[in-house]
């Protein structure tokens, strides 16, 4: 079998990356090819294109760099139809992957959609056009199948990829002592993106500079420029720790989040926290009338109602964040409350191997053709 992949971000790289291990596993002799990254080539993928270059974020961002994706589109095109596999599998990056998902549809090879594009989020039409060009979806979140069952098709639910990668995290036991910090710890979670941290660091650096008592440690990525952390890192209360940030939320009380799968992951490790999130203020205007969600954190959707504070815009300022973070920090009611959903959410969904049931799924796909 040879299957070509399209992801476009750290975490597609590292989830498509689980399922090239498991599609192994199904079939030793499967070989891979595509658009992807460092975790990806890795686990034995020929690398066509890396995500590097597709990285974007946020409407203003696409639209200047859109001449750059339409070039890589087409190369993405033309590489496919150069390599003939016997199936595509799209991980999430729906800007891109839908594209590539019609045009593989219109020459006949058959797709696969794992971990589909947030379009309940907003333009949910956009799930006909799914229906129309992708053989089977394999979606993650549990709503999700509801979801497409609305527009009849039946997306298959099979666990989420977080819970697999904190299942498998074995902690350090003496991070703490080696990093020479003491309780009460604040996790801060930035971003892995670019423009993430360009929006959201100046804003953590405040807090930590208006709550000096409190010991913050920062998750940091090593994918992107280090002048980036420069400010935060300066402070005396915040310690800087390049990809580590699941020992960094093993020893925190609470944690300040950026919006997005950091979220899910923090609740999974049962800390309380604040999510944020701000862009550019056209962006930010032009997004207000097309989400058709309450919620931006995944916590809260999945939950189906608030069980997180997220303060968004001009209300992701210091006041607001750091009188929340005393708050989850000193209310032991307010945080068992939080914690008591965050373990609701991890019954909703469930214990499957989403990397493996996918890649059993695919496998058995393949041999009814």
């Known amino acids: 079998m040879k299957y070509y992949f399209a992801a476009g971000e750290r975490s597609g790289d590292l989830h498509a990356a689980n399922l090239i291990h498991e599609l192994k596993k199904q079939n030793p ?12 080539e890795k686990a ?3 690398l066509t294109v890396h995500y590097r270059s597709l990285a974007v974020m946020g409407f203003l ?26 199936a595509i599998i799209l991980v999430d990056f729906g800007g891109f992957n839908m594209r590539i998902a019609k045009f593989a549809k219109a020459h006949r090879f058959r797709v696969y ?11 949910q039409s956009r799930a006909y056009k799914l229906k129309a060009s992708v053989d089977k979806m394999f979606v993650i979140l549990p709503f999700e199948k509801a979801f497409y069952k609305k527009f009849d098709i039946d997306a298959e639910y099979v666990g989420n990829p977080v819970c697999d990668a904190i299942r498998k995290f074995a902690p350090d036991g003496n991070f703490k002592e080696k990093m020479a910090v003491k309780s009460p710890i604040v ?25 000096a008592d409190i010991q913050f440690l920062a998750a940091a990525v090593s994918n992107l420029e280090p002048r980036l952390y420069e400010g935060i890192k300066a402070l005396p209360n915040v310690k800087l720790v390049f990809e580590n940030a699941y020992n960094v939320l093993s020893v925190s009380q609470a944690a300040i989040v950026t ?33 058709q ?12 109602k608030e069980v997180v504070k997220e303060f968004i815009q001009r209300e992701a300022n210091a006041e607001n964040i750091g009188k929340e973070v005393r708050r989850l920090l000193q209310d032991a009611n307010y945080r068992q409350a939080m914690q008591s959903e965050y373990d609701k959410i991890s019954k909703k969904l469930g214990h499957a191997s989403a990397s493996e049931k996918t890649a059993a799924l695919i496998a058995t796909l393949d041999k009814s053709r």
């Open 29 to 40: 002799k499967a070989e891979f090819r595509g658009f992807g990254g460092d975790y990806m």
């Open 44 to 46: 034995g993928m020929r």
């Open 61 to 86: 961002a696409l639209f200047a760099k859109l001449f750059h994706i339409l070039k890589l589109i087409k190369l993405c095109k033309k590489d496919i139809l150069e390599y003939k596999p016997d």
């Open 113 to 123: 959609y794992y971990i589909v594009p947030k379009i309940w989020a907003w333009h």
């Open 187 to 211: 996790a801060l979670l930035p971003g892995s993106r670019r423009m993430e941290l360009v929006r959201m660091l100046p804003v953590m650096e405040e807090v930590c500079k208006q709550n």
């Open 259 to 291: 919006s997005g799968t950091a979220t899910l992951e923090t609740a999974l490790f049962n800390v309380p926290q604040v999510v944020v999130y701000k862009t550019a203020a056209a962006e930010y205007l032009m997004a207000k009338q097309l989400i």
């Open 293 to 304: 969600t309450p919620h931006i954190s995944l916590v809260n959707l999945i939950a189906e």
